[in-house]
């Protein structure tokens, strides 16, 4: 979260026409912090080509923030009980 009177650092992820329609693994590891999320499971991390995070990306900064055993990675196709 910005300081008051510190400048915001540029949004990271994905921008089209302007808007952020998607998150980098650091905003989606904030995020899942912000909601106080009990686990987290990354699925939206390869469908297109203008991600610029992977999911290994996201685990590496899971494990930064210390929530990386919140964290379930499923494989495309793999079903979780949740």
């Known amino acids: 979260m910005a300081?008051?009177?510190r400048r915001r650092p540029p949004p990271r992820g994905t921008r089209v026409l302007g808007l952020l329609v998607t998150m980098d693994a650091?905003?989606?590891v904030e995020a899942?912090?912000?909601v106080g999320a009990k686990r987290v499971v990354?699925?939206?991390f390869d469908d297109y080509d203008v991600f610029t995070s992977s999911r290994?990306?996201?685990l590496v900064e899971a494990q930064r923030a210390g929530i990386a055993d919140?964290?379930?990675p499923v494989d495309r196709?793999?079903?979780i009980l949740l």
């Open 3 to 5: 300081r008051p009177g």
């Open 26 to 28: 650091e905003q989606g």
């Open 32 to 34: 899942a912090r912000l």
């Open 42 to 44: 990354p699925v939206h």
């Open 56 to 58: 290994e990306d996201f």
């Open 70 to 72: 919140r964290v379930r």
């Open 77 to 79: 196709g793999e079903t």
